[in-house]
């Protein structure tokens, strides 16, 4: 298992910290701040309670994608749909739809993924929803020679809290329910906890705007520019897998112990006592039912991290490089979406800021 590879485009900043305060734990080890960035978020501010880090406030980056969100379902988000500036600014990024001007019902988009073997660029789509964008993706991959990820990243962190997770989503969300942590175990208080982060990413669809307008007449360009109306013009599918560990091992000796089971490699008596006890959560984003059904199967937590390792690591070619494949069917769903200004065609907002606050 590879935890180096290519990098998404990150936001960048160094955590704030308040005036001095007497913190209990050492948390030098940590990196909120990549953490936050796999959503497109950076932190400006760290709050605290009792000598312990309680929360972060973070700043999206609109340089980067935006993420779908995992707690509704994202129908209104789609490519080329209309959104509603001035709602997004006076609800700290709320997505509503911009329904002022009726959409033109046609557009030119363009498939992306890597080594992808069919045309690429289609003209007159007609896409009014999640649905018709899905039924794009299986007109482009149907019949196609599966193509490789483009894209994958493979990456540690150790935490105290799973609520820490938060931050890879930049959003408050329910932990305990996506990794359906018992009521016996405590969300805040992690033994030596360590979290594997894997993102695949496999076809985007980019709207292509051309010489005819993006809305149907009669409509005001001076009205839209107002509205700073955008519109959603990249849509990225593909896969999120989330392993977290927490045992008796500090977490640079439990990240050895599972490198020698993705490596094959023997586990001595210690390694497999410790592995006896440890605690050990999954959530897999847009893999198939017969892969979390594969891993809900796999027992102890052993045979939970193998089964991990081998429904999310790439196999590899025979010149060691990965050679993953897919097809439609198990190329995942929805991750991430960029969008632009409907009247300048350039990045959406992009002298806007607010922030949101995450609490652990």
Not at 318 to 325: A, C, E, L, M, V
Request: neutral net charge; aromatic residues 12%.
């Amino acid at each position: 298992m590879s935890i180096t590879g290519a990098c998404k485009k990150s936001a960048q900043s160094q955590p704030v910290l308040p005036s001095p305060v007497n913190i209990k734990k050492d948390y030098s080890d940590f990196d909120f701040n990549d953490m936050a960035a796999r959503s497109g978020y950076y932190i400006t501010d760290t709050t605290f309670s009792e000598g312990d880090i309680k929360g972060v406030v973070l700043r999206k980056s609109f340089e980067t994608e935006f993420s779908y969100p995992f707690e509704n379902d994202g129908k209104s988000l789609y490519i080329g749909s209309a959104i509603d500036g001035k709602s997004f600014k006076e609800n700290n990024g709320l997505f509503r739809e911009y329904t002022k001007f009726a959409k033109n019902s046609a557009g030119y988009i363009r498939a992306d993924a890597f080594a992808i073997n069919l045309p690429r660029d289609r003209s007159n789509i007609r896409i009014t929803g999640r649905n018709e964008m899905d039924d794009l993706v299986k007109d482009y991959l149907s019949g196609a020679e599966p193509s490789m990820y483009g894209f994958s990243r493979y990456t540690h962190y150790p935490i105290s809290n799973y609520n820490q997770l938060k931050l890879i989503f930049g959003e408050n969300t329910d932990i305990k329910k996506l990794l359906r942590i018992s009521d016996d175990e405590s969300l805040s208080k992690v033994e030596n906890g360590l979290v594997y982060y894997n993102l695949k990413e496999t076809i985007g669809l980019k709207f292509m705007l051309d010489n005819r307008p993006f809305f149907a007449s009669p409509f005001s360009a001076e009205e839209i520019k107002n509205d700073e109306a955008g519109y959603i013009n990249k849509v990225t599918y593909g896969k999120i897998s989330i392993l977290t560990i927490s045992s008796k091992l500090n977490w640079r000796e439990m990240r050895t112990v599972i490198t020698k089971v993705s490596n094959n490699e023997p586990l001595t008596e210690a390694d497999l006592d410790v592995l006896k006890t440890a605690r050990v959560h999954t959530c897999l984003i847009g893999y198939s039912t017969a892969d979390q059904e594969k891993l809900d199967r796999s027992g102890d937590v052993l045979e939970t991290v193998k089964a991990f390792l081998a429904i999310t690591n790439l196999p590899k070619s025979s010149n060691g490089f990965s050679s993953g494949t897919f097809k439609y069917g198990n190329h995942g769903i929805p991750l991430f979406f960029e969008v632009n200004s409907t009247y300048s065609n350039d990045r959406f907002l992009k002298n806007f800021t607010y922030s949101k606050t995450i609490n652990f």
